[in-house]
Structures are given as C-alpha cells and as structure tokens.
C-alpha cells in the first residue's frame, strides 16, 4: 500500500493482466482473490543486492506475471512499470529489493536501474489509477509502502 495515496498496486480491470500491460494505482485495495491486486515476493538471489540485500521478483497472483520494466537494461526516471513473463535473473530487470525506512515502510528499489524507486507517477491529486514507474528515490511517501497481507 503507498504510504502518500493509500493505494495499492493494481492490474487494471478484476482479471488476468496481459503481457507488457500496465500497473496502476488504485483505492479499493482488496486483501482477496476477488480482484488482481495480491502479489508474492519471491526471492530470487540471495544477498546480491546493494549491501548484501536479497533480490525478489514481484508476481501477480492472478495472472502469475511479474512487476517489469521494459526491454532488458537498466531504465530511465519515469519509465513506465508492466507486467510480463517472470523472468527472476541478473539478464532481466525485474529484480526488486526493499529498503526499510525509520517508520516501518519501504523504498521497492529496482537492482538494475539505478537502485531507482517504485512510484505513483501521478502530477495531480486527482482519481486512482495513475501508472507506477520509476522515480529517484526520496523521503517523499509516494516513494514508501507498506505490504499488508492477506
């Protein structure tokens, strides 16, 4: 959940997301397998990360696709988040790794690029459904969240 919007993660619409679809903010977070907004963390190398931290690909439980950036290489601030085929090595951009913050959230950092921040890549304080991409990271709470289980 964005510490900023309170919202959670989501694949637009209730079903399965598709390959290289988008990945949006939205307020109804639903803790249940109604909607498409429960993901797993799945660790996929162990302490290679920044600082020995572990590395995790982010899937959707839904459609089983994985949190993605586009192409192979790292990516440029504000480049838009997908969903596509898990891949969960070094070759991918898919490795995520989380930065605990003094009040209990995180920072979802991207290994390849640049250790940059997931983000609500939203100009105004109007309506859900912003996209997510990535964003230099900063004490600002759009940059933190907070994994509720289900």
């Known amino acids: 959940m964005n510490r ?3 919202t959670c993660v989501d694949v637009p619409g209730t079903g399965k997301g598709r390959p290289d679809g988008s990945v949006i903010d939205d307020p109804g977070c639903l803790a249940s ?9 799945k660790r996929s190398l162990k302490g290679r ?32 988040v997908n969903e596509y085929h898990c891949d ?6 898919q490795l995520w790794w989380f930065d605990k913050r003094p009040d209990n959230t995180y920072w979802i950092r991207n290994q390849k690029s640049d ?22 990271c900063s004490d600002r709470k759009d940059h933190e969240w907070r994994f509720v289980e289900s």
């Open 4 to 6: 900023k919007y309170g």
């Open 33 to 41: 397998n109604i909607d498409n907004q429960l993901w797993t963390l």
């Open 49 to 80: 990360g920044p600082g020995g931290a572990d590395l995790y690909v982010i899937r959707n439980v839904t459609d089983g696709l994985c949190l993605d950036l586009p192409n192979y290489g790292p990516a440029k601030i504000r480049t838009l």
């Open 88 to 93: 969960g090595s070094e070759k991918d951009n």
């Open 115 to 136: 250790d940059m921040c997931l983000d609500v890549l939203r100009t105004d304080k109007k309506g859900p459904d912003a996209r997510l991409g990535l964003f230099t």
